[in-house]
Nanobody, 126 residues
């Protein structure tokens, strides 16, 4: 089974940018649909963005559209989340997730995914 490790989180001021990465090991990512989710203290895990295995189809939560961009480099076995115009309410632990599906597509439910990384903390100061 693929193993996922996130990196690139940190502290950034409101309005700033950050790119988090999700590196896969044990298996190649090129047939996995991928997603980013986040969880703030006291809140449920929520969908951020998703991408299909080919990298040519994406989906975003409404509050992230126009600010966040998900991408992938299958040759590097890595998925990225570029976050711009960050707001304090974006503060959360960001997790990447992976799943092999019989039907190629993008998936936005936590229940769609069966493999998760440990997360990386993103803190946006006001």
């Amino acid at each position: 089974q693929v193993q996922l490790v996130e990196s690139g989180g940190g502290l950034v001021q409101a309005g700033g940018s950050l790119r988090v990465s999700c590196a896969a090991s044990r298996r190649p990512l090129d047939r996995y649909a991928m997603g980013w989710f986040r969880q703030a203290p006291g809140k449920e895990r929520e969908f951020v963005a998703a991408i299909n295995w080919a990298g040519d189809s994406t989906r975003y939560a409404d509050s992230m559209k126009g600010r966040f961009t998900i991408s992938r480099d299958n040759a590097k076995n890595t998925v990225y989340l570029q976050m711009n115009s960050l707001k304090p309410e974006d503060t959360a632990v960001y997790h990447c997730a992976a799943v092999l599906k019989a039907i190629e597509g993008v998936y936005s439910l936590t229940s769609d995914y069966d493999t998760w990384g440990q997360g990386t903390q993103v803190t946006v100061s006001s």
